[in-house]
């Protein structure tokens, strides 16, 4: 149980363009998620915690208005990295946990690595 | 959230027990300490954790000093698919109502590399 599913696993855009992943809880609802950044040979940064039916909670240093986040329902979140450019390439995850369940672990998507040329 | 120290990095040679070490020693006394791996450029996936008292799973066991001030993820037979980077986190617990919303800090972890 509590499966956590990332689209799409690999995307490659051209600068300029925007790219939105998505994040879904499969066997659970969520009121909650996270969404982290790594980059090559670093560990995850929060960037945005994801709060379903109002705005999202972002991490100081990171643009909301260039990483927009939709929680839309509690089994889907959206991450939209808006006008891209080479330097937003890196591997975003996201996380969540049973609705009500606030001690149990987070459930991690299996990553979305971006490239942005 | 209290911070954790890992070393760097450890090696293993595969069937012998694995001992991967965190110290947390400002952790208070309603924090929980958890473990994740996070193999090559996948997501991190969940181990154990714990409050008090030592935890047991099909995949590790965590022993937590009496004084909670460090901890040791052990994995008893350490195969080549078990070689990830580990990371030991300290959270406090939450409480329905509470503002927090249980976010996970992340350190550097640990590199472990199982040999054959």
């Known amino acids: 149980g509590a499966v956590v599913s990332q689209h799409p696993s690999r995307v490659i855009c051209k600068s300029g363009t925007s790219v939105k992943i998505e994040c879904r809880s499969l066997?659970?609802?969520?009121?909650?998620m996270f969404w982290y950044r790594q980059f090559p040979k670093q560990s995850l940064m929060l960037m945005a915690t994801?709060?379903?039916?109002?705005?999202?909670?972002?991490e100081q240093g990171v643009e909301k208005d260039k990483f927009l986040i939709n929680h839309a329902s509690l089994t889907l979140s959206t991450l939209t990295v808006t006008s891209a450019h080479p330097e937003d390439s890196s591997f975003y995850i996201c996380?969540?946990?049973?609705?009500?369940?606030?001690?149990?672990?987070?459930?991690f998507g299996n990553g979305t690595r971006l490239t942005v040329t | 959230d209290a911070k954790t120290t890992q070393p760097p990095s450890m090696d293993c040679a595969e069937g012998r027990a694995a001992n991967l070490p965190c110290n947390h020693s400002?952790?208070?006394?309603?924090?929980?300490v958890y473990w994740y791996r996070q193999i090559h450029s996948q997501g991190p996936q969940y181990i154990i954790h714990?409050?008090?008292n030592n935890e047991t799973n099909e995949m590790a066991s965590l022993i937590i000093t009496e004084d909670r001030k460090s901890s040791t993820l052990i994995l008893p037979h350490a195969t080549l698919r078990d070689t990830a980077v580990y990371y030991c986190?300290?959270?406090?617990?939450?409480?329905?109502?509470?503002?927090?919303?249980?976010?996970?800090?992340f350190g550097q972890g640990t590199i472990l590399t199982v040999h054959p």
């Open positions: 400002t952790i208070s006394g309603n924090e929980y």
């Open positions: 986190i300290v959270r406090v617990a939450l409480g329905a109502g509470g503002t927090s919303y249980g976010k996970l800090t």
């Open positions: 714990g409050l008090k």
């Open positions: 066997d659970f609802q969520a009121t909650t």
């Open positions: 994801s709060n379903e039916g109002s705005k999202a909670t972002y």
């Open positions: 996380s969540a946990r049973p609705q009500g369940f606030y001690n149990s672990p987070l459930h």
